[in-house]
């Protein structure tokens, strides 16, 4: 079982910046798996965010592309979102997830079996 931590998140204001962290806590090896971001405002679905494959091909939900970078760091065991030019829209909580299988697409948050436990990122206008 892979036990993911988030880190990062925090209040920030419009225009702003913040950097997630994913790690784990269980030993387990990231870069043989595929992650991605995913987050879920108040009342709405979970929704994708960002994914990086085990090779690091990113791949981005449009609403984010241009603004937010997802990034591995194998020698450190972490995965990092880096998001910029934050709107309040973002706010959100975010997770991390991982999967050691074949992905469909990995835009679905049912094709990830490990998930952590949430950061919440909010930002005000």
């Known amino acids: 079982q892979v036990q993911l931590v988030e880190s990062g998140g925090g209040l920030v204001q419009a225009g702003g910046s913040l950097r997630l962290s994913c790690s784990t806590t269980?030993?387990?090896?990231?870069?043989?798996?595929?992650m991605g971001w995913f987050r879920q405002a108040p009342g709405k679905d979970r929704e994708f965010v960002a994914g990086?494959?085990?090779?690091?091909?990113?791949y981005y939900a449009d609403s984010v592309k241009g603004r937010f970078a997802v990034s591995r760091d194998n020698a450190k065991n972490m995965v990092y979102l880096q998001m910029n030019s934050l709107k309040p829209d973002d706010t959100a909580v975010y997770y991390c997830a991982a999967e050691l299988g074949f992905l469909r697409s990995g835009l679905d948050p049912s094709e990830y079996h490990h998930w952590g436990q949430g950061t919440q990122a909010t930002v005000s206008s």
């Open positions: 269980s030993g387990r090896t990231l870069s043989r798996y595929a």
């Open positions: 990086i494959s085990r090779t690091s091909t990113t």
